[in-house]
């Protein structure tokens, strides 16, 4: 199997061509991206390895050249697509995948796009093409851990995904680059683009538009051994991510369904100024990014968060109400354990494991596909175990009624 990893020498591209390799029925991946010589030195790195010898190549690769991206793409057997923001080049590198007939799977975490990538279906369809979009951290992981935690119930009727914004930040694996004058970093491109647009959200059974950020609060299923209250409540913030509009298509009856940020309690007044700036044009999308991320405010945000965050809570996380033995009931789901190298590898890895889903056969169906409509979440979390040291994923579901 050859591989074209697009923007594969970024920070969850690096991630999931390291996972990538692992696996002995990938012959060849080829590391393309803007920066040549980061994908270099990225690719000389890993040559060191004897499992990588001969199997790994960088080369250089513009996606807004449609030519060169086709070009790059007719010769591979799968596109791992890690170019954001998606808002932005999701949709014309996956209909460029699906016109050269190859297998396709991104990490896209925009829900416009998303809508827009799951109409190539039916072209997908036609030239033989497998495609799974958004199957990353959230969405991706939090997709699967969602049809874990729903079907813990008889029947479902809210859906809810979310993540602790303190675990959006990398480790440094060696090639983080700090980003060039005139550069915005991508992940706060993504992040200021959620939350100054309108966002689609399942509210009684319907899609409506809202704006972001808006609170709610779940009672979470908790491990208790005592005889008290099995469950804790939780403040989420409601967030643009593609769960919200993508899980109803596994779920048709599904009466409410959003996605959204855990521990923001102290920065949310600050995350809306800056939103309403955007909105109001008064910002730029990339000058607020660039605000966000300026004089180490990431590092001191994400230091913030994760000093005033409730520690026994996990960094990813499924929720849903229901039904069970004709009572209400809810559900959780989580994983105690990821992989080591903070936002990038978590995202990274499970996109890499389209490869192993593929060859083993576990993705008979072609066209565009959420992963929750086409993966089984056992096979996936037993093929992430392996990935999280020794005790694996620790995947865990709990109910309360």
């Known amino acids: 199997m050859k591989v074209l990893a697009i923007g594969g020498s970024g920070g969850m591209g690096r991630a999931a061509v390291r996972a990538a390799l692992t696996f002995d029925f990938v012959s060849e991946i080829v590391v393309a991206g803007i920066d040549l010589e980061l994908a270099e030195d990225f690719v000389a790195s890993l040559k060191a390895e004897a499992s990588a010898t001969g199997r790994i190549r960088a080369i250089y690769l513009d996606v807004t050249d449609d030519v060169s991206l086709r070009q790059a793409i007719s010769e591979v057997d799968v596109v791992l697509n890690s170019a954001g923001p998606f808002f932005r ?6 209909t460029a995948a699906i016109d050269e007939g190859k297998h396709y799977c991104d990490i ?59 675990g959006a930040v990398n480790e440094d694996d060696g090639f983080n680059k700090p980003t060039a004058e005139g550069q915005v970093d991508a992940a706060a491109v993504h992040l200021i683009h959620c939350l100054s647009e309108s966002i689609q959200v399942l509210k009684d059974g319907k899609m409506v538009e809202t704006t972001p950020l808006q609170h709610t609060q779940i009672d979470y299923p908790v491990a208790n051994s005592a005889k008290t209250k099995n469950s804790v409540p939780l403040d989420v913030w409601s967030l643009g991510h ?18 959204g940020m855990l521990g923001i309690n102290d920065i949310v007044d600050s995350l809306r ?34 000093e005033t965050e409730r520690d026994d809570i996990p960094g990813i996380l499924a929720y849903a109400a229901g039904r069970k033995n004709g009572q209400f009931a809810t559900a959780g789901a989580f994983i105690t354990n990821q992989p080591k190298g903070g936002m990038a590898t978590i995202t990274g890895t499970p996109q890499a494991l389209f490869l192993p889903l593929l060859h083993k056969g576990h993705l008979q169906q072609t066209g565009v596909f959420a992963p929750e409509e086409v993966i089984d979440p056992d096979v996936f979390f037993e093929l992430l175990d392996s990935f999280c040291g020794p005790k694996g994923t620790g995947l865990t579901v709990l109910t309360s009624s």
């Open 89 to 94: 080049f999701g949709v014309p590198i996956l």
């Open 108 to 166: 896209c975490d925009d829900w416009q796009p998303t809508a827009e990538m799951l109409k190539l279906s039916e072209r997908a369809k036609q030239n033989n093409v497998t495609a799974v979009i958004g199957l990353g951290a959230s969405p991706g992981i939090s997709n699967l851990l969602c049809v874990k935690a729903a079907s813990a119930l008889d029947k479902v009727d809210t859906i809810v995904s979310a993540w602790k914004l303190s």
């Open 242 to 259: 593609p769960e919200a509009i993508t899980l109803v298509r596994r779920f048709p009856a599904l009466q409410n369904c959003y996605n």
């Open 273 to 306: 100024q800056i939103a309403a700036a955007v909105a109001a044009k008064e910002l730029s999308v990339d000058d607020a990014a660039r605000l966000l991320t300026e004089d180490g405010g990431r590092e001191a945000r994400q230091t913030r968060l994760a």
